[in-house]
């Protein structure tokens, strides 16, 4: 059983910063790629940022310059730190994570439950 715990969301004004994480738990070989993911009503879930095992960071040219993903191996767990937010960056926020449960297994993809961000004043 693997689990993705997210947290972190709510409701901040334009401007405003929130920082979310996410939690991976339970039976984990090891964890390649994570990153977050938003889904605003009435569209598809897009990326928002990425970070490779080893660091390496991926963005969403919208979110360029405000967000900043980073994680910890140690916990298995990835944070998004959001500033200067946006009423466009209002959307559910889900964690993912491509990990392997066992050493032979193949890399899958899992998902957290999704977290939501409203920024409005």
């Known amino acids: 059983q693997v689990q993705l715990v997210e947290s972190g969301g709510g409701l901040v004004q334009p401007g405003g910063s929130l920082r979310l994480s996410c939690a991976a738990s339970?039976?984990?070989?090891?964890?390649?790629?994570m990153g977050w993911y938003r889904q605003a009503p009435g569209k598809e879930r897009e990326l928002v940022a990425g970070i490779s095992k080893f660091g390496r960071t991926n963005y969403r040219d919208s979110v360029k310059g405000r967000f900043a993903i980073s994680r910890d191996n140690d916990k298995n767990t990835v944070y998004l730190q959001m500033n200067s937010l946006k009423p466009e960056d209002t959307a559910v926020y889900y964690c993912?994570?491509?990990?392997?449960?066992?050493?032979?297994?193949?890399?899958?993809?899992?998902w957290g439950q999704g977290t939501l961000v409203t920024v409005s004043s």
């Open positions: 339970g039976s984990i070989f090891s964890i390649n790629a």
């Open positions: 993912n994570a491509e990990l392997r449960r066992t050493v032979t297994s193949s890399y899958t993809d899992f």
